[in-house]
């Protein structure tokens, strides 16, 4: 699937805000898929990021002044507006925010903004007070129901020291949020009316009413493939074991702990078109003991009880087998050579492959914001640049969409399994 940025133009308007200084790595991405940036810059930004910086990095001129005598200057407003297919204000500072919401027109963006009919993308980025601000809520509130879309801050350390929501969002994710609001606008929703399980997350298996096993999966990984898809219009069930991460907009979650209510929720969300796996599941729970163990006392008896391989009886199913079925393969040593044996014996469509162990090339997988993958499958083995998750998760969903609408042109090219 071509990006849906390839040719677009995109006006970057950039606020006020110490995320400004972010404004090249957004020109970058936005740059790689084709698309053609342009910066509008205010003068909060300026204090942050200079205009030389993004011309050069964007290729284009940069607008910042509305205040000067030419004819030229007396419609750029109008013509900036005109010209682009889409508007991204990022970092939006909590007054330009405001100024959107009230629908002020004091300076050149924020004139621009008004005089625009494209679709409009707000990434904003402030303090965490200033962002839980009931009259910021408003604001958000107000712009969402005027139809303005938002890619929500993250949490994290701030510029100021505080730690809390504010943080601009990660490039990646306005990229796809951009990408996803061509995606509605072109009504090229690839994946409507399909429907799709992703497991995520670190399963629990309890030893005794306080201790369990558990590993050190975040769920990031699983959670932006949820995302990437959604956004590409798919329906999606997500069941997650415990994780701290918050549910994407219009996906269904669905919590459990232990492998067996993993599995039993992955069969209760059947029928699925496909199904990515990319839960850590614990590969043995154990005799349970209703009483804790004391120490001082008899040794704990931890006896390990094999637990049902979810991947594998889903894909070896004979009724109500997802027509693509995905499986990760987190692996310490022979990451090639394992992945291709769990392809055979798991019986999946394909297996994602990433490694554990920290290297030269590539952090671990597990935790982490970035995954350096291989995709193992019938036809071979493609390898992935390291990537951040939510990356990955895109061009996974693409690839997926690929999938499908390979299988619509062609129906008897359904992989044979
Ligand atoms: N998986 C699963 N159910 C299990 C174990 C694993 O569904 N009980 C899935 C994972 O979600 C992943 C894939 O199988 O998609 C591979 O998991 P991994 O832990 O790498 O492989 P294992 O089969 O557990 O093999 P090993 O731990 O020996 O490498």
Not at 25 to 32: G, N, S, T
Not at 355 to 372: L, R, T
Request: net charge neutral.
């Amino acid at each position: 699937m071509s990006s849906f940025l390839n040719g677009k133009r995109i006006l970057l308007v950039i606020s006020g805000s110490i995320a400004a200084i972010k404004a090249p790595d957004i020109i970058r991405l936005f740059r790689k898929k084709k698309a053609d940036i342009r910066c509008l810059i205010t003068k909060g930004g300026a204090n942050f990021i200079t205009p030389l910086a993004l011309a050069s990095l964007s290729g284009n001129p940069v607008a910042q002044d509305m205040w000067d005598e030419s004819e030229e200057a007396s419609i750029r407003h109008i013509r900036l507006a005109r010209e682009a297919d889409m508007i991204i204000v990022a970092p939006a500072s909590a007054d330009f925010i405001s100024k959107m919401a009230h629908g002020l027109a004091n300076d050149l963006a924020s004139t621009v903004v008004l005089a625009a009919d494209s679709p409009i993308l707000v990434a904003p980025a402030m303090n965490h007070r200033m962002w839980h601000h009931s009259a910021t809520q408003r604001n958000i509130h107000q712009l969402k129901s005027d139809g303005i879309s938002f890619v929500d801050p993250e949490a994290g350390a701030m510029a100021c020291g505080e730690t809390g929501i504010g943080r601009l969002a990660a490039p990646e994710d306005i990229l796809l949020s951009a990408e996803s609001l061509f995606a509605e606008e072109q009504n090229h929703q690839f994946l409507k009316n399909r429907h799709f399980i992703v497991t995520a997350g670190p399963t629990h298996e309890p030893i005794d009413p306080v201790r369990y096993l558990a590993n050190r999966s975040s769920g990031k990984q699983g959670f932006a493939i949820a995302e990437a898809l959604q956004k590409l219009g798919a329906k999606v069930t997500l069941v997650t074991g415990p994780v701290y991460q918050n549910t994407p907009d219009r996906v269904e979650r669905v919590n459990v702990e232990t492998a067996i209510e993993m599995e039993k929720a992955v069969e209760n969300a059947l029928p699925a078109d496909g199904a990515i796996f990319t839960a850590a599941v614990a590969d043995w729970r154990f005799n349970y003991s209703p009483s804790k163990y004391k120490k001082g006392r008899s040794e704990p008896e931890l006896i390990p009880i094999e637990n049902p391989d979810i991947l594998s009886n889903i894909s070896h199913r004979k009724i109500d087998r997802p027509s693509l079925v995905v499986g990760f393969a987190a692996e310490s040593e022979n990451l090639l050579e394992n992945a291709k044996v769990k392809l055979q014996q798991k019986g999946c469509d394909w297996i994602i492959a990433n490694p554990v162990i920290e290297s030269e090339d590539a952090p671990s997988a597990m935790g982490g914001d970035y995954n350096k993958i291989f995709i193992a499958s019938h036809a071979g083995i493609e390898n992935w640049p390291l990537l951040s998750k939510k990356e990955v998760a895109s061009r996974l969903a693409s690839k997926i969409a690929d999938y499908f609408n390979l299988i619509n042109e062609h129906p008897s090219s359904i992989i044979s399994k």
